[in-house]
């Protein structure tokens, strides 16, 4: 197999008849590329890039963060870093060879991007990306929509902020306590000398 162009494998689909290569466009910006399907029964690259149908005319930018596979292997799904735009998910069907670019509201003002990992959560119906510090993005993987805060991640989250407010309520009882009883042993003592007379 020779190609034409600068190239690196991306995935392959679950039966072995398609491998996919990230072809990169621009020897100025490596950030810039295409999504290739190589067909491995007949040995050629088909012409065409696989993109959202969605946005046809977007063009794909980013480095490779994370990656996470469906437990059958069919979906890939990667996220970038948008080249300095916005993060995406980039959701590859292996099979129909097709794919959902899922852009998230930037996280990288609130965290490292390279800290930012993949979980599968919800029986498999819904991608987590997890570690920033804003909480996590939720993907569901049958509409693609997004939303952030929730998981197993975020109710960790929300019982961690419900713990530590606790606490803080807790102690401030304590010194409410503590502060009540120090003046009544104040009052005592100035009214020791009183009852003495």
Same mark, same amino acid.
């Given at each position: 197999m020779s190609l034409k162009g600068d190239f690196s494998f991306d995935a392959i689909s679950p039966h072995g008849d398609w491998l996919y290569l990230i072809h990169y466009t621009s020897p100025q910006d490596p950030t810039r590329y295409l999504v290739q399907a190589y067909d491995l029964r007949h040995w050629r690259l088909s012409p065409a890039p696989i993109i959202d149908p969605t946005a046809p005319g977007e063009k794909m930018r980013g480095n490779p963060v994370t990656r996470a596979m469906s437990a059958d292997g069919r979906w890939a799904y990667t996220l970038y870093d948008g080249g300095g735009g916005t993060p995406f998910v980039h959701a590859l069907d292996t099979v129909a060879r097709s794919a959902h670019c899922i852009d998230l509201d930037s996280p990288s003002s609130r965290t490292?991007? @390279?800290?930012?990992?993949?979980?599968?959560?919800?029986?498999?119906?819904?991608r987590?990306?997890?570690?920033?510090?804003?909480?996590?993005?939720?993907v569901d993987l049958r509409t693609f929509?997004? @939303?952030?805060?929730?998981?197993?991640?975020?109710?960790?989250?929300?019982?961690?902020?419900?713990?530590?407010?606790?606490?803080?309520?807790?102690?401030?009882?304590?010194?409410?306590?503590?502060?009540?009883?120090?003046?009544?042993?104040?009052?005592?003592?100035?009214?020791?000398?009183?009852?003495?007379?």
């Open positions: 490292d991007l @390279s800290k930012l990992r993949l979980a599968v959560v919800g029986g498999g119906r819904q987590e990306i997890r570690g920033g510090r804003g909480g996590t993005i939720n929509r997004i @939303s952030t805060g929730g998981g197993v991640l975020g109710a960790l989250q929300r019982a961690r902020f419900l713990l530590v407010a606790g606490c803080a309520l807790l102690a401030a009882a304590i010194l409410m306590m503590v502060e009540r009883r120090r003046r009544r042993q104040t009052v005592r003592s100035m009214l020791e000398p009183l009852s003495e007379s």
